[in-house]
């Protein structure tokens, strides 16, 4: 590729999973559009199939291609039977294909390399399962950025764990893990990977240059901003909330006109969104106490529903109460595939959202000041899920000693948010405002990472020099 030499080069390299590869991309864009990078993304193809749409449509809406410099490189992952080349995402991945994807993906190495060799890009930005990214640039003398697109408060959590042996000392006990919460935490990083590098998820802090970004805002997590920053002896950059602001207009669909059209016809604030991310799958016992929770409630919703199939289930009818969809029909709209989920979120109608709490669901929703219904399964969703408690912007659902929510702890929950103008009103008051407080934050925390990327490249490109 031809190397513009007006510009500093700027390697992005998310992890392959969709919740890390578009807020990589959101990063992207606000940096392509500073004339001063230019910017090489490079992923899967799998990836790259869907970022190249979100591409086009943006360099439609910037009206000028020299203003969106980004280029897609492409990443070959080594062959695999098991993993053929659509499987090289995690949307919609098998569960059971995740740990062959993630060590896939560690194979990859050696042809990241390559792509660092032919670039030779003035700055590397590198994500969770891959240090030796980060450690393959500073071989080349080329800095390497750490973005986070976790929050700040699981990983201030996770970094005093990893450095303290304990979270009974954690600053923030209003942020906590139940053991059975603790011990999905230590599923994140297959076994492999974390012998191979002993502190594994932290190296990327060492590795990282003198600052580290992070998917966050000042507004909702300033204290663990703070302190994450006291714990790895780095300035921790928050680069703002990433909202797919471009995913609202390039999903304009059938599918999407109709949900839409469905939502045009309900009252303000009258409709809860559920939906549990990318990659999860209920089980259907929890499947089954949702809708019977929502059957309770008598709230409008769309259901985003995924769930891991029984092998003879071949309707979505199998998996729910019998006559459900029936009963609901009219104030109830089940999606059995992708949804616009940040588009839904941002219509009037929408008064609440049943969330896992990955995080970037947490952004979308308070980002457009929708409270949060708290549903978490594991990782990080726990702590994003306490978060937003602790900040008044929603409510977590009470949970049986099997781990699942009951239709009562639903319906409850649901009503406390949607159904009540009681003093529940004061947490849709909370959630407004800390997104209008985010959408003020946006080009402020976007304009200070690009200038702190701009000394980082000048430092380069002057020492590249002085060589
Ligand atoms: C960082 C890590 O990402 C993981 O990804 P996951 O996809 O589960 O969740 P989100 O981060 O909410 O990301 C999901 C993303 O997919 C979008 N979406 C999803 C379903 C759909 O039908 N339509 C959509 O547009 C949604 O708008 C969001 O942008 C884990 O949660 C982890 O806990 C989290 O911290």
Same mark, same amino acid.
């Given at each position: 590729?031809?190397?513009?030499?007006?510009?500093?080069?700027?390697?992005?390299?998310?992890?392959?999973?969709?919740?890390?590869?578009?807020?990589?991309?959101?990063?992207?864009?606000?940096?392509?559009?500073?004339?001063?990078?230019?910017?090489?993304?490079?992923?899967?193809?799998?990836?790259?199939?869907?970022?190249?749409?979100?591409?086009?449509?943006?360099?439609?809406?910037?009206?000028?291609?020299?203003?969106?410099?980004?280029?897609?490189?492409?990443?070959?992952?080594?062959?695999?039977?098991?993993?053929?080349?659509?499987?090289?995402?995690?949307?919609?991945?098998?569960?059971?294909?995740?740990?062959?994807?993630?060590?896939?993906?560690?194979?990859?190495?050696?042809?990241?390399?390559?792509?660092?060799?032919?670039?030779?890009?003035?700055?590397?930005?590198?994500?969770?399962?891959?240090?030796?990214?980060?450690?393959?640039?500073?071989?080349?003398?080329?800095?390497?950025?750490?973005?986070?697109?976790?929050?700040?408060?699981?990983?201030?959590?996770?970094?005093?764990?990893?450095?303290?042996?304990?979270?009974?000392?954690?600053?923030?006990?209003?942020?906590?893990?139940?053991?059975? =919460?603790?011990?999905?935490?230590?599923?994140?990083?297959?076994?492999?990977?974390?012998?191979?590098?002993?502190?594994?998820?932290?190296?990327?802090?060492?590795?990282?240059?003198?600052?580290?970004?992070?998917?966050?805002?000042?507004?909702?997590?300033?204290?663990?901003?703070?302190?994450?920053?006291?714990?790895?002896?780095?300035?921790?950059?928050?680069?703002?909330?990433?909202?797919?602001?471009?995913?609202?207009?390039?999903?304009?669909?059938?599918?999407?006109?109709?949900?839409?059209?469905?939502?045009?016809?309900?009252?303000?604030?009258?409709?809860?969104?559920?939906?549990?991310?990318?990659?999860?799958?209920?089980?259907?016992?929890?499947?089954? =106490?949702?809708?019977?929770?929502?059957?309770?409630?008598?709230?409008?919703?769309?259901?985003?529903?995924?769930?891991?199939?029984?092998?003879?289930?071949?309707?979505?009818?199998?998996?729910?109460?019998?006559?459900?969809?029936?009963?609901?029909?009219?104030?109830?709209?089940?999606?059995?595939?992708?949804?616009?989920?940040?588009?839904?979120?941002?219509?009037?109608?929408?008064?609440? $959202?049943?969330?896992?709490?990955?995080?970037?669901?947490?952004?979308?929703?308070?980002?457009?000041?929708?409270?949060?219904?708290?549903?978490?399964?594991? $990782?990080?969703?726990?702590?994003?899920?306490?978060?937003?408690?602790?900040?008044?912007?929603?409510?977590?659902?009470?949970?049986?000693?099997?781990?699942?929510?009951?239709?009562?702890?639903?319906?409850?929950?649901?009503?406390?948010?949607?159904?009540?103008?009681?003093?529940?009103?004061?947490?849709?008051?909370?959630?407004?405002?800390?997104?209008?407080?985010?959408?003020?934050?946006?080009?402020?925390?976007?304009? =200070?990472?690009?200038?702190?990327?701009?000394?980082?490249?000048?430092?380069?490109?002057?020492?590249?020099?002085?060589?």
């Amino acid at each position: 590729m031809e190397k513009d030499e007006t510009k500093f080069t700027i390697l992005m390299f998310p992890w392959l999973a969709y919740s890390h590869v578009f807020p990589f991309f959101e990063l992207a864009k606000s940096l392509s559009k500073r004339r001063t990078f230019h910017i090489y993304f490079c992923s899967s193809a799998a990836n790259l199939g869907s970022i190249e749409n979100n591409l086009n449509n943006h360099k439609l809406r910037c009206n000028d291609d020299d203003d969106v410099s980004i280029d897609l490189v492409e990443l070959q992952l080594p062959p695999s039977p098991q993993l053929p080349p659509h499987f090289h995402t995690t949307k919609n991945l098998p569960p059971n294909l995740v740990p062959i994807l993630l060590q896939t993906f560690q194979e990859s190495s050696s042809s990241f390399s390559r792509i660092l060799i032919d670039l030779k890009p003035d700055l590397l930005i590198y994500d969770f399962f891959q240090p030796w990214a980060a450690k393959q640039a500073l071989s080349l003398s080329i800095p390497s950025i750490y973005f986070a697109t976790a929050g700040a408060a699981p990983f201030s959590y996770f970094h005093h764990l990893h450095t303290h042996g304990s979270a009974s000392t954690f600053p923030y006990q209003e942020i906590y893990l139940s053991d059975r =919460e603790k011990a999905d935490l230590n599923a994140v990083v297959a076994p492999e990977i974390k012998d191979a590098d002993q502190d594994f998820a932290f190296g990327n802090f060492k590795l990282s240059c003198d600052i580290v970004l992070i998917k966050s805002s000042k507004g909702l997590e300033q204290k663990y901003i703070d302190y994450l920053s006291v714990l790895c002896r780095k300035k921790v950059v928050p680069t703002g909330p990433l909202v797919q602001e471009s995913n609202i207009k390039d999903d304009d669909d059938d599918e999407s006109e109709v949900i839409m059209q469905w939502l045009s016809e309900k009252d303000r604030f009258s409709t809860v969104l559920i939906c549990f991310g990318s990659e999860h799958l209920l089980p259907k016992e929890q499947i089954v =106490e949702i809708a019977k929770g929502l059957e309770q409630c008598c709230t409008n919703f769309i259901w985003i529903v995924r769930f891991i199939m029984d092998e003879n289930a071949l309707r979505l009818e199998d998996e729910l109460p019998e006559g459900f969809l029936e009963r609901v029909e009219g104030r109830g709209l089940v999606v059995q595939k992708w949804a616009p989920q940040a588009k839904i979120l941002s219509h009037p109608s929408i008064g609440g $959202f049943v969330s896992h709490c990955g995080w970037s669901s947490i952004m979308e929703s308070l980002y457009f000041g929708v409270p949060i219904i708290a549903l978490p399964i594991k $990782f990080d969703q726990p702590i994003n899920g306490r978060l937003v408690v602790e900040a008044g912007c929603g409510v977590e659902i009470g949970r049986g000693e099997n781990g699942i929510c009951s239709a009562e702890e639903v319906a409850k929950a649901i009503k406390k948010v949607i159904m009540e103008d009681s003093g529940e009103g004061l947490i849709r008051y909370n959630a407004r405002n800390l997104g209008e407080k985010m959408k003020t934050e946006k080009e402020i925390a976007a304009n =200070e990472v690009a200038e702190e990327l701009l000394l980082i490249c000048k430092k380069s490109k002057q020492h590249a020099d002085k060589i």
